[in-house]
């Protein structure tokens, strides 16, 4: 949940710093919109993903990144479920990264 806190409160900080949001590589930012749309889809259930693997991951194709990392859905309840994540993401400079495709694998 903290996590959860954090990754929003830096999201909305780099939102915020136009230039600071310039000095992330495509990759980093393919991964904050992957994780932003996996959120979406995941609703009120807590989560574990590491952002660097997600966006060290990533690879160009296509002209749009294709990211795949671990992820862990409700750690350490009776109900948790380790994934993996699947995420292609368009980047293009001057305009908002767009999520294209999510998959949560079992």
Not at 33 to 48: P, S
Not at 57 to 68: H, M, P, V
């Amino acid at each position: 949940m903290i996590r959860n806190l954090l990754f929003t409160a830096l999201c909305m900080a780099i939102a915020a710093c136009g230039e600071s949001a310039s000095n992330a590589s495509p990759q980093q930012r393919a991964a904050a919109a992957c994780e932003t749309e996996a959120k979406t889809h995941l609703g009120d259930n807590a989560y574990q993903i590491d952002s660097a693997a997600l966006a060290k991951n990533a690879r160009l194709e296509d002209g749009s990144w294709k990211l795949q990392a671990p992820i862990v859905i409700n750690p350490g309840l009776r109900n948790e479920a380790k994934q993996t994540l699947e995420c292609t993401v368009r980047v293009t400079e001057g305009k908002p990264e767009e999520v294209t495709l999510i998959n949560f694998i079992y």
